[in-house]
T-cell receptor, first 114, second 115 residues
Framework: AQSVTQLGSHVSVSEGALVLLRCNYS??????LFWYVQYPNQGLQLLLK????ATLVKGINGFEAEFKKSETSFHLTKPSAHMSDAAEYFC????????????WGAGTKLIIKP | GAGVSQSPSNKVTEKGKDVELRCDPI?????LYWYRQRLGQGLEFLIY????????KSGLPSDRFSAERTGESVSTLTIQRTQQEDSAVYLC?????????????FGPGTRLTVL
């Protein structure tokens, strides 16, 4: 079975500081991994995805994530937080044995302190 | 070039009533997904369509939930005899082919409140 765990329901960082949102996965097959962002009162949008090409994936708005098989992790980072990054971030893994639904982590709310 | 649209955006209903939620996917997308998002939780898969067929209905919480898709386009999710635990945001997503590497594009959701 595949699953996703996001460590920390809330993460608070100061504006200009490093953002690190953690995601660990469990999968018996090579995973396809996604980070989505949900801004307040907006729909979910894709930040980036890992599809077994480069292990360092760059996304929109300066975010990137690194796939580490040995650590079963796909942590999301951004060197310098901006106020506009305040949102909820979801890590997801594509289910590969049937319907390709996304299996989601519980989400991490990113709070940016001025 | 519209994205995924959903209607209504908000629905308040009384316990025991039936509700119908609509999703218009991106034109040409063959795969369509319904998810449920409860407050403070991740998304919960409900049902998946490939074209007009629903090969996987395993996520539907009970037989009060049903969904259909017509013309490889619009989909409706129907909840009969609503219960308070059905209160959530219902999200629809579509993708081009339904492959695991495909990006799923989400609609804004329908917020359902059952009183």
């Amino acid at each position: 079975a595949q699953s996703v765990t996001q460590l920390g329901s809330h993460v608070s960082v100061s504006e200009g500081a490093l953002v690190l949102l953690r995601c660990n996965y469990s999968s018996s097959v090579p995973p396809y991994l996604f980070w989505y962002v949900q801004y307040p009162n907006q729909g979910l949008q894709l930040l980036l995805k890992y599809t077994s090409a480069a292990t360092l994936v760059k996304g929109i708005n300066g975010f990137e994530a690194e796939f580490k098989k040995s650590e079963t992790s796909f942590h999301l980072t951004k060197p310098s937080a901006h106020m506009s990054d305040a949102a909820e971030y979801f890590c997801a893994i594509a289910k590969t044995d049937s319907n390709y639904q996304l299996i989601w982590g519980a989400g991490t709310k990113l709070i940016i302190k001025p | 070039g519209a994205g995924v649209s959903q209607s209504p955006s908000n629905k308040v209903t009384e316990k025991g009533k039936d509700v119908e939620l609509r999703c218009d996917p991106i034109s040409g997308h063959t795969a369509l997904y319904w998810y449920r998002q409860r407050l403070g939780q991740g998304l919960e898969f409900l049902i998946y369509f490939q074209g007009n067929s629903a090969p996987d209905k395993s996520g539907l919480p009970s037989d009060r939930f049903s969904a259909e898709r017509t013309g490889e386009s619009v989909s409706t999710l129907t909840i009969q005899r609503t219960q308070q635990e059905d209160s959530a945001v219902y999200l629809c997503a579509s993708s081009f082919l339904g492959q695991p590497t495909d990006t799923q594009y989400f609609g804004p959701g329908t917020r359902l409140t059952v009183l």
